[in-house]
């Protein structure tokens, strides 16, 4: 089996996670923010509305999250950071996220988990998501 490097994109709109799976290793870890300048300046700039650098502490265009997601995935992806991705959100989230999605990022999506599981403990992700892990 060729190595490659997969991403499980947890969101909820609001919060998002981030775990990396790499093949043939069967296990996740956590992106974190203080690994990655550009997942810090997403988590900013969704928890605050302000775009970094921003110099007068405003959004100038009145972004949503999936849209900022959006972009930062398009980014990585071309950072050679993920080759495909699985998505899990609530449905209508899930939905909302694919159509920010750029028609070349949407076909690196492995799969798609229509459930909410942020707040669930990693072996319990790993769980869930092992079929797509795969």
Not at 15 to 28: A, C, D, M, T
Not at 85 to 112: D, F, N, R
Not at 114 to 131: H, T, V
Request: hydrophobic share 35%; with cysteine; net charge neutral.
């Amino acid at each position: 089996m060729t190595a490659s490097t997969n991403w499980a994109v947890l969101t909820d709109g609001r919060y998002i996670r981030i775990f990396v799976h790499q093949n043939p290793v069967h296990s996740l870890h956590t992106l974190k923010a203080d690994d990655s300048k550009d997942l810090a300046d997403l988590c900013y700039q969704v928890v605050t509305g302000v775009p970094v650098g921003s110099k007068n502490g405003t959004r100038s265009r009145n972004k949503s999250n999936m849209e900022l997601l959006a972009k930062f995935l398009h980014k990585q992806y071309y950072d050679a950071q993920y080759q495909k991705l699985i998505l899990v959100a609530p449905q209508v989230t899930l939905m909302e996220l694919k159509g920010c999605l750029s028609k070349e990022i949407k076909q690196h999506i492995k799969s798609e988990v229509a459930e909410d599981l942020l707040a669930s403990s990693l072996d319990d992700i790993e769980n869930k998501l092992s079929n797509c892990l795969n």
